[in-house]
């Protein structure tokens, strides 16, 4: 069973940052696909960024590029979303998912994980 834990969310004035993180608490992820959406009031759910546990490989969306870094530690089975120069349109929820069975950033999507963390609000004031 993968359970997913988020913390690290909060209110941060308009570029500043914050870092989130994300645990499990069971088996490793092993060739898992970790990564964050978001989603604000009103809106879909989004992509944010995500990293394939066993290479480390990354993805982004194209609206968090430079500014977002997505990280691991093995020894805590757990990952890091480090958000700096964070905007106003940054505000949203938070999701840590992973997804199990495609083992590629690529293919990455809210479509394709299988486990899911509760949310962490994060709080962008001008």
């Known amino acids: 069973q993968v359970q997913l834990v988020e913390s690290g969310g909060g209110l941060v004035q308009a570029g500043g940052s914050l870092r989130l993180s994300c645990a499990h608490s069971g088996r490793t992820f092993g060739t898992y696909i970790i990564g964050w959406f978001r989603q604000a009031p009103g809106k879909d759910r989004e992509f944010v960024a995500a990293?394939?546990?066993?290479?480390?490989?990354?993805k982004y969306a194209e609206s968090v590029k430079g500014r977002f870094t997505i990280s691991r530690d093995n020894a805590k089975n757990t990952i890091y979303l480090q958000m700096n120069s964070l905007k106003l349109e940054d505000t949203a929820v938070y999701y840590c998912?992973?997804?199990?069975?495609?083992?590629?950033?690529?293919?990455?999507?809210?479509?394709?994980?299988?486990?899911w963390g509760q949310g962490t609000q994060v709080t962008v004031s001008s």
């Open positions: 990293i394939n546990w066993s290479t480390s490989r990354t």
């Open positions: 998912a992973a997804d199990r069975r495609t083992g590629s950033v690529t293919l990455y999507s809210s479509g394709t994980c299988d486990y």
